[in-house]
């Protein structure tokens, strides 16, 4: 009994095993890709939130040193560099940057708030770029 294959046999995937194959991964990457367009972006609203509440912090120390919130026309610019005024009570920086937020658009202050009127509202204007909006472009803030 010889269990040696025959020298003319040539072992190769037929164009049936192949389609097979390709069927498979076609129907797993139908069922995974998916999950993880959703994962994309609640990474960024939860990057978003956590700068933010990063920020937050920063203004609050900045408010302990300066006896007062930053206002509208200061920005948070004043957590990076020091104010005009008051130059000698600054005690930072606050933060090392002000990052844009996980879109690539500015975070957005305002004292006094609309959401919070003794303090101030910090927020990001999320995927659409634009304040308000619904789902996706909805907006991230402190409130």
Known sequence: MNLQPSPRRR????LIEMMVVVIVLGI?????????????YDAKVGAAKAHISE??????????????????EQGLVVLEKPPAEKR????????????????????QYRRPGTHHP???DLW????????????????????
């Open 124 to 143: 990001s204007r999320g995927a659409d770029g634009v304040d308000g909006g619904e789902g996706e472009g909805a907006d991230i803030g402190n409130w």
């Open 118 to 120: 003794t303090s101030f």
């Open 55 to 72: 920020l937050e912090n920063a203004v609050e120390r900045y408010s302990i040193h300066l006896d007062g919130y930053p206002s509208t």
């Open 88 to 107: 000698e009570s600054w005690r930072g920086p606050y933060v090392k940057l002000v990052r844009p937020d996980p879109w690539g658009n500015p975070y």
């Open 28 to 40: 797993l990457a139908a069922t995974i890709i998916p999950q993880f367009i959703g994962a994309t």
């Open 11 to 14: 072992t190769a995937f037929t």
